[in-house]
């Protein structure tokens, strides 16, 4: 039997304005791949006397050490970069991973046209003590949408207060669960102001080797991929590190050793654990389903899936930071959905392609009392928008899978790289479009990257050697074969051949 609902007039709007919006969102994207150019385009070196120009302006107030040149954004579009010599590059780094849709989508420049928005924007709020109206809603929305099947979300600023706050979390949770129904003693209140127990215990946070968290005090002690980052930084020298896997590729060729691998990390992580209890007790572990900036390196559904059961079974934390991985690059929205883990982590930080950034994390890690995780903006409803815009976008142009397909297109050109340069390629793995594949030592990475720019390609590394892929989720088939035609070519050249 079919229950039959007469539909109302308001329903039938609110039907109609969902279907003029994933149209025009369609229409949007279609729109801006044809406005692309349709290839690279280089007048100049990079960078070019105008970059440079503006360069030696902004060196009096500014440090320039990273800059690499001056970006148009008003003329890039799309998956392409224009900077300030009207180089045109094919962007396969999108600002180190944070450009979902590419450069002055219309959908997004739509968004501020909206009087509302504009007005969640300029009227920015506190948060954590101002709301909005719309807040609630928003955040609703988001959860809903996207949330990796956690109940909570905190806004945050950036990657790296998010990790910083989900290690704050963690601790609470710890000696919340210590503590049980008391409240806080007179001697705890005390001693938290001077720095002393047993106001401020010894915890830990785990962490692995080649790990990037952030740049911020906890986040830094996490963090173990570059000296630069750390230098001259105080740490909290108790916290434990542990060895990430690091598999020996083809993976196919090595499964049996690359086991070996993981059952000694995994094996090593528990004895740190053992270890810490009567020093520094471990209250949660933090890993990133790839390490980004250590190398692209990638540990296995299984690896994960027995790091979660030591979690569990040592009562610790685990907190999954998708910072560069989540918003779907990887083919999935959430790159440890690829992991097939029996529960969802305790925690999962997020930021770059979401465009705001906070983590979503279960009540366990909720404090109890106020203002303990919080700062002045606890988020922006600015970024927020643009995010809800994102993802009607991802929903309507199926961009999850268009990533799947670029991913296997774009994977499989570089398979066929490696084989044809064996002497400057190696070890290429990935998932979606997130692949990276190393060249034989960093003097060669750097100077295929280099190459790359010349000849209007912007790429990036990370680690020692590897060339890591970070394309919009709206790169398609044909960006990819404009990329590996200028990569070959510069492989070919390098190499000596005709």
Not at 30 to 38: H, L
Not at 65 to 85: C, F, L, P, R
Not at 248 to 268: A, G, H, Q, T, V
Request: net charge neutral; with cysteine.
């Amino acid at each position: 039997m079919f229950l039959k609902i007469r539909p109302t007039p308001e329903s039938i709007i609110k039907t109609e304005i969902c279907v003029k919006f994933l149209s025009n969102q369609a229409a949007s994207l279609k729109n801006v791949i044809e406005e692309e150019p349709s290839g690279p385009s280089m007048k100049t070196s990079i960078p070019g006397p105008n970059s440079l120009e503006l360069m030696s302006k902004l060196k009096n107030v500014y440090n320039l050490g990273a800059i690499q040149y001056i970006v148009n954004y008003e003329k890039s579009i799309g998956n392409y970069i224009i900077d300030a010599d009207d180089n045109v590059l094919l962007d396969t780094f999108t600002q180190i991973s944070t450009l979902p849709i590419g450069y002055n989508h219309p959908a997004l420049m739509e968004s501020f046209k909206n009087q509302s928005n504009l007005r969640s924007m300029i009227n920015r709020p506190a948060l954590g003590v101002y709301p909005g109206v719309d807040w609630p809603k928003r955040m609703e929305n988001i959860l809903k949408q996207v949330s990796p099947k956690l109940s909570k979300i905190t806004p945050m600023m950036c990657g790296a207060c998010s990790n910083e706050n989900a290690i704050k979390s963690a601790f609470m949770a710890y000696k919340a669960r210590e503590r049980g129904a008391r409240e806080f003693t007179e001697d705890e209140k005390n001693s938290s102001i001077m720095n002393q127990r047993p106001g401020c215990p010894d915890l830990s946070i785990l962490s692995f080797k080649g790990a990037f968290h952030g740049r911020t005090i906890a986040t830094l002690s996490c963090t173990h991929s570059l000296y630069i980052h750390k230098m001259d930084i105080p740490s909290f020298q108790n916290w434990p590190i542990a060895t990430y896997p690091l598999y020996k590729y083809p993976l196919e060729e090595n499964e049996r050793e690359n086991k070996e691998i993981d059952k000694s990390c995994l094996e090593e992580v528990e004895y740190l654990i053992e270890k810490n209890k009567n020093i520094c007790p471990v209250a949660g572990i933090i890993i990133e389903p790839i390490q980004s900036e250590g190398g692209d390196n990638h540990a296995s559904p299984d690896f994960f899936r027995n790091l979660q059961a030591i979690c569990k079974k040592h009562s610790v934390i685990l907190i999954i930071d998708e910072v560069q991985t989540g918003c779907g690059p990887t083919g999935k929205f959430w790159c440890h959905e690829h992991f097939d883990l029996p529960h969802p982590p305790d925690i999962v930080t997020f930021s770059k392609k979401m465009q705001m950034a906070g983590f979503f994390h279960s009540e366990e890690t909720m404090p109890e009392q106020p203002s303990r995780i919080f700062n002045t903006w606890m988020g922006d409803p600015g970024k927020t928008i643009l995010l809800e815009t994102i993802l009607g976008v991802m929903k309507s142009e199926n961009l999850l899978d268009q990533v799947q397909r670029s991913g296997k297109r774009l994977y499989s050109g570089l398979e066929k790289l490696q084989n044809e340069f064996p002497e400057l390629l190696h070890s290429l793995r990935g998932r979606g479009t997130f692949i990276a594949v190393n060249a034989h030592g960093r003097p060669l990475r750097d100077t295929i990257i280099n190459n790359l720019k010349k000849n209007g390609v912007q790429s990036g590394g990370c680690g020692q050697e590897a060339i890591r892929h970070r394309p919009a989720l709206i790169f398609q088939e044909r960006h990819v074969d404009i990329y590996l035609d200028i990569l070959r070519k510069i492989l070919k050249e390098i190499s000596g051949r005709n």
